[in-house]
């Protein structure tokens, strides 16, 4: 049994040529920035406890580091011009969400891969580059001092698999790790509501409410049981919840009349807001929501809710609204890798910037999207949490950061004396809200005021 | 706050009447033939302990029950004529597989959703008609002397929700619920072993893929580990580990090579087979596939497993064989659920069937697809555990039971004196196996003694 012997030796017979040539643009893999000390743990493993790739040298291309890969992070990469720069993604997520349109994955109109950008796609040499990488993993700490972020990989669900944590050398480090859904200190929400800030969120909201239909099908639940499995309730006005809930009226008036019609009767959504729904939106606008929504059976209950059980949530005035399912979505905060930054901060614990989005006490270090605002020094108000934001100063970074390369000044420390050009102005461009039924709000004021922001 | 008072009432402001309108083929909910028995374990619960579907009444249709949702009880459910039967199906997934294009969709070649289909489309009378049902639960148990089922709900992963036990009176009972993946008792297989016989099995192998590709680009992880984490191996050298095996080496050459270039020289495909791979197919086309695979980089391994370890396979002569992922097919075997049945078996543990593809000893009983075979008795040959046998049984036997329906045989016991008419003749029609790269075997012999059955 010859062939059996080098079975963890791939051949050249495993490689079509014809495919090898025709794949111009790859390069050959090199490992040179790769290190590893000695296992101090025993010498038994395979794994040593600690790598990382070492800082460049000043003949090799500088290295981006970019901590997270939402609508900042993946405009910045992008933007990044890999002839002059290498790039190292860290992110629990290998793809970026294009979140408008994940509430209409939620009941199938959209597919979940429509929604998905795999990073690669959107910077190829993170693919393809020999010193660009894509490592799925959580950042555990930065250490400015020394240009290096520590990171664990995420095994979530895997067997067998223990996570390894490793280091990374930056030349410049970029933070755009995002914000947190919040959920204002109320107990149980984490444990019953779903978000709707992920594919995997959709995924879970579409298998629960599918299980939800079924199970209120069954011989043996109760009138009051199975309207409580079909109460869809939405916590939280804002654009996601106001989508989300004309998207489930959708699904109700057009695929379960149709396909579970034995508990059409049963199902409904609810929308609870303390405040009014689409707050940031033009009051006609809002009216406008207001009556479609309710038009397409959406209850609204203006409330602030106070507590969440594991079948109902309990408002301030003690009212009990019994839920199936509950979707989540009352904005954002600061996470908690955030929190544990010791840099200077926002008064809503944001990362503080300068106006050309650096992080002013420390050497190379910037910071974009919902997980950083201009400081109070700048005279510019925090920006709000929303893509459009994001994807501006994604752009703007990946433009100042590649002049800054040209100019020489892309390796650590080596951007001190280098004119940074122009700050970062943010124009807003108006808001967009779909309500269902083909219906959506587009508001084009340019005022900033009327955005939230925490 | 009068709106909320009413929150878990339905209004007819949360229907589209034009919507309503023009559901014409929507029928009234009635639930008549539910019951309820009172809580023998306390009251505080909404839910009665055990409740169920009683037996139909002489001037209502007759109803069959259907377990399983494969092959065999979804084409039965779609010949049967709801006009004459209400149809009630039990089963732990609410949609049949296509299974022949499942290892497509581990790869990203087609969709999960291209290869499953609702029950609901299959027969729409189990989504609208008043008396027709799909129970998303495990049979547990056949009383055929009262012509009952026993079923529990099926509430995995659900958080908050108690499964739920109850019963289903059945007029007619088909028993389809397909066979298992067989291990031969080799340790670990259940425990590191993906198998390939569901879409969710699919999802875990490509989330597995992807995460082994990632995870092995990770700074720090040496090449030993690396070639093991991107080692996929395959047991089983029939149809769907060979169109596994090939689907792989396609993504390998079209996708890794391109997407995940730092990693491309260490990711290969083993197949396992401890006879030939493709028993069943002609000589020429064997030689053929073997090549074609071989060339496509597939290393073809003649050897029996003896044991599975987290992250190695030891074969019968000691080879060890690392991997990253481990699929298993094998073929199938009878499951938990029919050995406990207490009804004739053949050899091979099937439910035994006579010539109607009845269940002979017991009134009201048919058995069809890979979970049924021939009696001895009946002088013909168990069939093999085929798509294409499952397809033309439950064809064969909706057409039976339609027309015993028709002479008023349909209800309880009431088919005794009704000519059955032709017995069910199986025709094999060939045999189809992709490898990869767009080729395939096509084996037209009708000779049934080259199909392998347990």
Same mark, same amino acid.
Request: glycine share 10%; with cysteine.
């Given at each position: 049994?010859?062939?059996?012997?080098?079975?963890?030796?791939?051949?050249?017979?495993?490689?079509?040529?014809?495919?090898?040539?025709?794949?111009?643009?790859? $390069?050959?893999?090199?490992?040179?920035?790769?290190?590893?000390?000695?296992?101090?743990?025993?010498?038994?493993?395979?794994?040593?406890?600690?790598?990382? $790739?070492?800082?460049?040298?000043?003949?090799?291309?500088?290295?981006?580091?970019?901590?997270?890969?939402?609508?900042?992070?993946?405009? !910045?990469?992008?933007?990044?011009?890999?002839?002059?720069?290498?790039?190292?993604?860290?992110?629990?997520?290998?793809?970026?969400?294009?979140?408008?349109?994940?509430?209409?994955?939620?009941?199938?109109?959209?597919?979940?891969?429509?929604?998905?950008?795999?990073?690669?796609?959107?910077?190829?040499?993170?693919?393809?580059?020999?010193?660009?990488?894509?490592?799925?993993?959580?950042?555990?700490?930065?250490?400015?001092?020394?240009?290096?972020?520590?990171?664990?990989?995420?095994?979530?669900?895997?067997?067998?698999?223990?996570?390894?944590?490793?280091?990374?050398?930056?030349?410049?480090?970029?933070?755009?790790?995002?914000?947190?859904?919040?959920?204002?200190?109320?107990?149980?929400?984490?444990?019953?509501?779903?978000?709707?800030?992920?594919?995997?969120?959709?995924?879970?909201?579409?298998?629960? $409410?599918?299980?939800?239909?079924?199970?209120?099908?069954?011989?043996?639940?109760?009138?009051?049981?199975?309207?409580?499995?079909?109460?869809?309730?939405?916590?939280?006005?804002?654009?996601?919840?106001?989508?989300?809930?004309?998207?489930?009226?959708?699904?109700?008036?057009?695929?379960?009349?149709?396909?579970y019609a034995h508990v059409k009767d049963y199902i409904h959504v609810t929308l609870i807001e303390a405040n009014e729904i689409l707050s940031s939106f033009d009051d006609s606008l809002r009216i406008y929501a207001t009556k479609q929504l309710t038009k397409s059976g959406v209850r609204l209950v203006r409330?602030?809710?106070?507590?969440?059980?594991?079948?109902?949530?309990?408002?301030?005035?003690?009212?009990?609204?019994?839920?199936?399912? !509950?979707?989540?979505?009352?904005?954002?905060?600061?996470?908690?890798?955030?929190?544990?930054?010791?840099?200077?901060?926002? /008064?809503?614990?944001?990362?503080?910037?300068?106006?050309?989005?650096?992080?002013?006490?420390?050497?190379?270090?910037?910071?974009?999207?919902?997980?950083?605002?201009?400081?109070?020094?700048?005279?510019?108000?925090? !920006?709000?949490?929303?893509?459009?934001?994001?994807?501006?100063?994604?752009?703007?970074?990946?433009?100042?950061?590649?002049?800054?390369?040209?100019?020489?000044?892309?390796?650590?420390?080596?951007?001190?004396?280098?004119?940074?050009?122009?700050?970062?102005?943010?124009?807003?461009?108006?808001?967009?809200?779909?309500?269902?039924?083909?219906?959506? !709000?587009?508001?084009?004021? /340019?005022?900033?005021?009327?955005?939230?922001?925490?």
């Amino acid at each position: 049994m010859t062939w059996l012997r080098n079975l963890i030796h791939v051949g050249s017979s495993s490689i079509n040529p014809r495919t090898r040539n025709t794949s111009l643009l790859f $390069l050959p893999t090199s490992l040179k920035h790769f290190t590893s000390e000695p296992n101090l743990q025993g010498s038994s493993s395979n794994i040593p406890r600690y790598s990382g $790739l070492e800082p460049t040298k000043p003949d090799e291309k500088p290295r981006i580091v970019v901590l997270g890969s939402g609508w900042a992070g993946c405009r !910045l990469m992008k933007g990044i011009d890999t002839n002059i720069y290498d790039v190292a993604c860290v992110s629990p997520r290998n793809h970026m969400v294009f979140t408008p349109l994940l509430a209409s994955t939620c009941v199938g109109t959209l597919e979940f891969r429509s929604v998905a950008e795999p990073i690669g796609r959107i910077q190829p040499a993170i693919s393809r580059a020999p010193g660009s990488y894509f490592f799925l993993a959580h950042c555990k700490g930065v250490d400015t001092d020394n240009h290096v972020v520590h990171c664990k990989t995420i095994t979530d669900g895997a067997k067998n698999l223990e996570p390894l944590d490793f280091k990374i050398s930056y030349d410049k480090l970029v933070i755009a790790s995002g914000a947190e859904a919040s959920t204002f200190g109320i107990q149980g929400v984490k444990e019953n509501a779903i978000f709707l800030r992920e594919v995997s969120h959709a995924q879970e909201i579409r298998r629960k $409410l599918l299980l939800n239909l079924m199970l209120s099908d069954v011989p043996g639940v109760l009138d009051e049981e199975k309207k409580r499995l079909l109460h869809c309730v939405v916590v939280g006005g804002g654009p996601t919840g106001v989508e989300f809930s004309g998207e489930l009226s959708d699904f109700i008036i057009r695929d379960v009349h149709q396909r579970y019609a034995h508990v059409k009767d049963y199902i409904h959504v609810t929308l609870i807001e303390a405040n009014e729904i689409l707050s940031s939106f033009d009051d006609s606008l809002r009216i406008y929501a207001t009556k479609q929504l309710t038009k397409s059976g959406v209850r609204l209950v203006r409330g602030v809710v106070k507590d969440v059980k594991s079948h109902k949530v309990i408002l301030n005035d003690g009212t009990e609204v019994p839920y199936g399912l !509950l979707v989540w979505s009352t904005g954002v905060g600061p996470s908690p890798f955030i929190n544990s930054l010791q840099l200077p901060k926002t /008064q809503g614990g944001r990362i503080g910037v300068d106006e050309w989005l650096r992080v002013p006490s420390v050497q190379d270090v910037f910071s974009i999207g919902d997980c950083s605002g201009f400081l109070e020094s700048t005279g510019k108000p925090v !920006l709000p949490a929303l893509a459009q934001v994001a994807e501006r100063q994604g752009k703007y970074l990946a433009d100042l950061l590649n002049r800054i390369g040209k100019a020489g000044g892309g390796h650590a420390n080596g951007a001190r004396d280098i004119e940074l050009g122009d700050q970062f102005v943010y124009k807003h461009l108006g808001s967009m809200a779909s309500i269902g039924r083909y219906k959506a !709000l587009v508001d084009l004021r /340019q005022s900033k005021d009327l955005l939230r922001c925490y």
